[in-house]
């Protein structure tokens, strides 16, 4: 990125040459029913709406953030055609954290590494709500060039992200090869308490 280029216009510009609807994330499909049922969750960062549509379709009431208006306007195309409601919010999250005053059943953060956002992710759940976390760490460049060494956690970094996690209990976590060909570190939590 320049100086002069934001991460909107970045992404305005990557979601403008691609404007497809890709299939729902592998990790989410698999470890969603650990949201309550029928609540509010929310994609951060969650580009064109790949997984926010399909929450949706699940009977989630569903909120996509991300940082691109192209993104967001593809999102809400997307879901019109899919015939399913999503609230979409344009929030850059390297300028602020979450969306203040709003909080959420379950959230959602694969491929979008905000370590402080992971360690107060709790004061943006209700109790009882789950957090779903997956992210690429250093392994991946073995077989993978992207996402690009800055951007990737350290191998293990996630188990210390986990001990630093505020008011919340620890459902799931491990780092392996996934069907994605990503080796990725994958977090399951939980609030337990205001």
């Not at 404007?19 to 969603?32: A, G, N, V």
């Not at 992200?161 to 505020?166: D, G, I």
């Amino acid at each position: 990125m320049t100086n002069d280029e934001t991460s909107e216009s970045r992404w305005d510009s990557r979601y403008r040459e691609n404007p497809i609807l890709k299939d729902p994330s592998f990790f989410l499909c698999e470890h969603y029913k650990h949201f309550p049922p029928a609540g509010t969750v929310v994609d951060v960062a969650g580009g064109n709406g790949q997984n926010a549509i399909w929450l949706a379709n699940q009977g989630f009431s569903t909120t996509l953030l991300d940082v691109s208006s192209v993104a967001i306007n593809q999102a809400q195309e997307f879901a019109k055609k899919k015939k399913v409601a999503i609230e979409c919010l344009q929030h850059d999250l390297e300028k602020e954290s979450m969306p203040k005053g709003r909080k959420w059943d379950g959230i959602f953060v694969q491929l979008f590494l905000d370590r402080e956002l992971i360690r107060s992710i709790s004061e943006s759940l209700n109790i009882g709500g789950v957090f779903l976390f997956a992210h690429p760490t250093r392994t991946n460049l073995e077989k993978n060039k992207h996402p690009s060494d800055r951007f990737l956690l350290a191998d293990g970094e996630i188990f210390t992200l986990a001990e630093e996690l505020q008011k919340m209990r620890i459902l799931e976590i491990d780092e392996s090869w996934r069907n994605s060909g990503r080796y990725e570190a994958w977090l399951i939590a939980q609030k337990i308490e205001t």
